[in-house]
């Protein structure tokens, strides 16, 4: 009989906490279900494996994710939307660093819920690339550099990458302008 009160959400819950302390190539079951405060037996009837727990995080990871750079975004567009959404990208994945790592996995085919929540995070970035005139193939390349940098300066920052004494957050403004350049001038 499962514990009163555990349910896949609180198996999520603590997984994400754990996840944001030790790391998400840390997390295991056994460590979830020690936090819990339950056999690891018992975390079967809630979730599918480690691999299901991870699966469940990406949701978690990229519903949030979405959430917030969505909000954002709202009545803003081209330059303005940009760096809204760059900072709201920066500040959930600084602030919640497991869900963030597990949003990374791309939607295994199949997969609707999480390629529903996915095509939702593009779909953000697809419409402020619209105020760049961009859509279509442009517009999926545009988004793949636009990703590409922002998680790049984000992984970097959360491994204590950037040792110089000058302002992340200057430098942080210097690649959204660069990004902004480059869709200025992509068509």
């Known amino acids: 009989m499962p514990r009163a009160g555990l349910t896949p959400a609180v198996v999520v819950d603590e997984a994400a906490r754990l996840a944001n302390e030790v790391g998400l190539e840390r997390l295991t079951l056994a460590k979830v279900a ?18 299901g727990l991870r699966r469940l ?3 978690r990871g990229v519903r949030e994710l979405t959430a917030a750079t969505a909000n954002a975004a709202v009545g803003l567009s081209g330059p303005d939307a940009l760096r809204a959404v760059s900072a709201a990208y ?16 791309a939607p295994d085919p199949g997969d609707v819920d999480h390629q529903a929540a996915a095509e939702g995070a593009v779909a953000v970035f697809l419409a402020i690339l619209k ?16 990703r590409s ?12 990458g950037f ?25």
């Open 90 to 105: 920066r500040g959930y994945a600084l602030a919640n660093p497991g869900p963030y790592a597990a949003s990374l996995r």
């Open 163 to 187: 040792g110089l004494p000058q302002s992340l957050d200057a430098s942080f403004d210097h690649l959204v302008a660069a990004l902004d350049r480059a869709l200025r001038s992509w068509r």
């Open 149 to 160: 940098a922002l998680h790049g300066f984000v992984a970097i920052d959360a491994a204590g």
């Open 57 to 59: 995080l990406a949701l």
């Open 34 to 51: 020690s936090q819990l405060g339950v056999t690891l037996p018992s975390l079967y009837k809630h979730v599918a494996g480690l691999d």
């Open 131 to 146: 105020g760049y005139g961009l859509e279509g193939d442009r517009a999926i390349h545009a988004t793949r550099v636009a």
